[in-house]
């Protein structure tokens, strides 16, 4: 192998360590997260809505219709139109080996806009998400006023059903709403909880719906129907003060909050989810968790 030849091998690896998600932005690519390891967009050559996909697992990218492949090398000289040199100088930075650099400036420029349009895009994109989530925000504090106590209602009911031995007043950042709103043209009653951020804000409301029987409402899967509402990421529903005023126990459902608390006596917050339990976000003056508490 020849010293250019070698030179140009590693360029070549140089080019493709950049990732491929990286490597779509540069080509001005707007990805949406579309689960697992998989993000979707229009592709910056062909248009569509979502044909061009990236899969970070599998480490690879494809454009429905003009083929894909693992490489980044090969998905920026799709995006782009480019030359495998050219598409090597992109994600590098550096000239090829061979020295002659192959772009024009009419090319750098288009590039250069192109990015700043995709940049502009991300950031309309996250201020829409902000306002959506502050709108969401509202309609949890709205919900929250109109909910009653919880005493004496249906919530009260199945609370102490589905939690034995359950006594004494339940908390007031628990109520009952009779006609919860659920989806479009669908109320159902549910117990209703204050969701509550790192500064004791609210930042959501957590629903249980409940069917006529008060017994959990359920979907089509027999899964039971629970929902937050508002940007509850972080948040917890505080059930009880913390001890001593500095611990806690956290776990998940409210059901289980309550059930750990009568085997432990310990103060607990319960944080709806497995996501909301491990992306809790901490008062400052939490000094420990008592139990971090799975699932029930
Ligand atoms: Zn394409």
Redesign the pocket.
């Known amino acids: 192998m020849s010293v250019l030849d070698q030179a140009w091998t590693d360029y070549k690896l140089r080019a493709n360590k950049v990732s491929l998600l990286d490597a779509a932005k540069k080509c001005g690519a707007t990805l949406k997260p579309a689960g697992g390891k998989e993000y979707v967009g229009p ?6 809505k979502d ?2 996909a990236v899969n970070t697992s599998k480490n690879k990218w494809v ?4 083929g894909g492949g693992g490489d980044t090398i090969g998905l920026v000289m ?2 782009d139109g480019l030359t495998f040199a050219q598409a090597c100088e992109k994600l590098t930075g550096e000239a090829p080996p061979s020295g002659s650099t192959e772009y024009t400036p009419e090319q750098r420029a288009a590039w250069a806009k192109r990015q700043a349009e995709a940049e502009e895009r991300d950031r309309h994109r996250q201020e829409e998400e902000e306002r959506d989530e502050l709108a969401r925000l509202d309609v949890a504090k709205e919900l929250w006023g109109e909910a009653r106590i919880i005493e004496g209602s249906m919530a009260e009911d199945y609370l102490r059903r589905r939690v034995k031995g359950l006594e004494g007043k339940l908390p007031g950042v628990l109520r009952f709403h009779p006609k919860c709103f659920l989806s479009k043209g669908q109320y159902h009653p549910a117990l209703v909880a204050l969701v509550q951020g790192a500064e004791g804000q609210q930042v959501g409301t957590w629903r249980i719906y409940l069917d006529a029987h008060g017994d959990n409402l359920r979907a089509e899967d027999g899964s039971k129907i629970k929902k937050g509402l508002g940007p509850c990421g972080g948040g917890a529903v505080r059930l009880h003060p913390p001890k001593d005023g500095s611990y806690i126990a956290v776990c998940e459902g409210i059901e289980t909050g309550f059930g750990v608390h009568l085997l432990s006596g310990l103060p607990v917050w319960a944080c709806r989810t497995a996501n909301g339990l491990s992306g809790l976000a901490l008062p400052w003056e939490i000094e420990r968790l008592a139990a971090r508490l799975g699932s029930s």
Not at 43 to 48: E, K, L, S, T, V
Not at 63 to 66: E, N, S
């Open positions: 592709c910056p050559a062909c248009g569509g044909r061009f454009c429905r219709g003009a799709h995006c």
